[in-house]
């Protein structure tokens, strides 16, 4: 698999004397969809908050591209940070800007290209994730919260980012939807050779997109493993979790 791109060692995080995060050991190498499952309060987005280097650890390391984030001044974060996109649970579109501008926030902030030039690459990545020109000029407010979903992944995938990271990106959205922002997940990778990692409660999307699964409960990473494997889990608490998971698909068929 070659050297991994997200190396965290022996992390722990405290928060008001409560434990949140218990001694995770993982690495996610280049170019795999590596999902975050668990239930709620388990741990899944302190995790990824650790590996896009908003929190820093109590204890233990995260290393991203071979550098300690926890070493790293705000400036070299920041660089860090051009690597990686993030997927918000919510969106997190900023309300008073059209489609195209939070698009293309980043060419807005990091850049000096004229806005039709910036509006034009909006419109380019907005294809590329299934929207078409019709909605560069709307506002946030006027989209569905799949499309809101959509946008926000276009937004992430403008700075060429390496790393995408996606927080809860089927919460909320119908089940149709959810299957959609599923294969979009798998195609962009599949286009941009970007590595991803997925926060998620959704079984289903889980076992449907990801290369590996990491099982978190109670801030403890109990299980790491493919689909197939994490299926077959002898472990109680990652079975139990996986059979009421999937009770919708079993249904569905």
């Not at 927080?167 to 970007?194: F, K, Y």
Request: glycine share 10%; charged share 30%.
């Amino acid at each position: 698999m070659g050297e991994p791109v997200i190396r965290i060692r022996n992390l722990r995080k405290v928060i008001d004397g409560r434990e949140i995060l218990k001694g995770i050991n993982l690495d996610i190498y280049e170019g795999e969809i590596f999902v975050i499952i668990g239930g709620s309060g388990s741990g899944k987005s302190t995790l990824l908050k650790h590996i896009v280097g908003l929190w820093k650890p109590t204890e233990g390391c995260v290393c991203v591209f071979g550098q300690n984030l926890a070493e790293l001044d705000e400036q070299e974060l920041d660089k860090i940070r051009l690597k990686m996109g993030y997927v918000f649970q919510e969106g997190a579109l900023f309300d008073f800007l059209k489609v195209w501008e939070n698009v293309g926030f980043y060419y807005l902030e990091h850049t000096n290209l004229p806005k039709p030039v910036v509006r034009k690459k909006a419109i380019e990545l907005l294809r590329q994730v299934d929207l078409d020109e019709k909605v560069a000029d709307l506002y946030p407010s006027q989209l569905s919260g799949g499309m809101k979903k959509r946008v926000s992944t276009a937004r992430a995938i403008a700075g060429e980012g390496r790393i995408i990271l996606y927080d809860e990106p089927t919460s909320g959205l119908d089940p149709v939807t959810s299957r959609n922002i599923d294969r979009l997940i798998v195609s962009l990778r599949d286009r941009l050779g970007s590595t991803s990692v997925v926060v998620t409660h959704d079984m289903i999307s889980a076992v449907s997109i990801a290369d590996r699964i990491g099982f978190i409960y109670k801030g403890e990473l109990l299980e790491v493993g493919t689909p197939e494997q994490i299926l077959n889990s002898k472990n109680p608490l990652v079975r139990e979790f996986v059979e009421k998971g999937l009770y919708g698909l079993k249904r569905e068929r």
